[in-house]
Nanobody
């Protein structure tokens, strides 16, 4: 089970840190991703992180502003969001997929096995 937190209302240029807490003992074997969705649009890839944490991937729209990280001791993945823009407004979801290689990550939502319920991020102009 994945549970997101940390969403809210922030002014443009501000920052938020999203957290995604995972239950279970195998979190360290899961590659993780963050996605976002706005009404009427498909779920959009934001960032991904390998099991080891050594490999990351970001959507062009957030590169240089967002940082994905994980703390396996706390079973938690984070998304630090800086320099937020109104177009970042969305429901943000974390997702996990079982990976035995340690280095895999993907932008494809269909590859992920588990999803959180989402947390709303609203950026005002």
């Amino acid at each position: 089970q994945l549970v997101e937190s940390g969403g809210g209302l922030v002014q443009a240029g501000g920052s938020l840190r999203l957290s995604c807490a995972a239950s279970g003992r195998s979190f360290s074997r899961y590659a993780m991703g963050w996605f976002r969705q706005t009404p009427g649009k498909e779920r959009e890839f934001v960032a991904a992180l390998s099991v080891s944490g050594g490999s990351t991937d970001y959507a062009d729209s957030v590169k240089g502003r967002f940082t994905i990280s994980r703390d396996n001791a706390k079973n938690t993945v984070y998304l630090q969001m800086n320099s937020l823009k109104p177009e970042d407004t969305a429901v943000y979801y974390c997702a996990g997929l079982r990976d035995y290689s340690g280095s895999y990550y993907t932008r494809a939502p269909a590859a992920y096995d588990y999803w959180g319920q989402g947390t709303q991020v609203t950026v005002s102009s």
